[in-house]
Structures are given as C-alpha cells and as structure tokens.
C-alpha cells in the first residue's frame, strides 16, 4: 500500500485541499499530497490558464484533453490542479507559469522550486 508523506503545505501547516472538482492529486483526493512513488511531484497547486495549458500541449502534455482510464476530466481555464513541480518550473522558466495557491501547495514542492518563486505567483498570500 502507497502512503502519502506529511500533508503539509510550504508554510509546514496542515495541506488545504487544492481542488474536488475536478478531483486533483496524486492520490485523487483533491489534495496535492506525494509520495515516493509520486516520481513527477504533484504538488503545487495552480489555477490553470488558457496560456499555460497551450504551453503545457507545445511540449506534448495535453492537459485539455479527458482520459478516463486516467481519471482524467481535461482541464480548462480557471481549473485547480496539482501540478508537477519540475512542470511548473520549466512553464516558470518559459514565461507562462500559472498562479498557485501557497496553502495547497505541498512542503515537498520547495525541494525543486524556490519558495521566493511560489510566493511571486501565489494567489492566497500568507
């Protein structure tokens, strides 16, 4: 059996659920917890946009498009989602990083990106 690490977010609190609708996470509790067998990191918490979900099909992630043997229900602008870290860092680096929610945002997601680099595009100030 998998079990989650700590759910703590970056500000090591209590994790708040990042989205039930659709249903987010590594896990599909709606909360950007990880794991060791969580190899992408799904744990920041972003809203997503039209930009970054173009961005996101140019390097060949089609986030748009439903997978149902996924669990996936595609995204659309406006969307909250637990992002892959190392993801949101090369749409950082590319200009097109969307906005994250800090509290939804799990601990381990400042072992790859920078806390001053969440907090620029954190929409729940803490």
């Known amino acids: 059996m998998v079990k989650p690490s700590p759910s703590l977010n970056v500000f090591n609190e209590p994790l708040v659920s990042c989205s039930e609708e659709p ?3 590594f ?5 950007c917890d990880t794991c ?3 190899v992408g990191s799904h744990t920041v918490c972003v809203v997503v946009t039209a930009e970054f979900l173009a961005y996101s099909l ?3 992630n089609d986030l748009t498009t439903p997978n149902q043997d996924m669990d996936f229900p595609g995204l659309r602008p406006g969307d909250q989602w637990c ?3 190392p993801r949101w860092l090369d749409a950082y ?4 990083a969307p906005k994250v929610r800090l509290q939804s945002t799990h601990l381990a997601a400042t072992e790859i990106i ?3 680099i969440l907090r620029q ?3 729940d100030v803490h």
């Not at 896990?27 to 909360?31: A, E, I, L, Q, S």
Request: charge should be negative; include cysteine; hydrophobic fraction near 30%.
């Open 121 to 123: 595009f954190a929409m």
């Open 36 to 38: 060791t067998q969580d």
């Open 83 to 85: 992002l892959c870290a």
């Open 93 to 96: 680096r590319a200009g097109c």
């Open 27 to 31: 896990f599909r509790n709606g909360c």
């Open 114 to 116: 920078e806390m001053n």
């Open 58 to 60: 140019e390097q060949g």
């Open 23 to 25: 249903t987010t996470g």
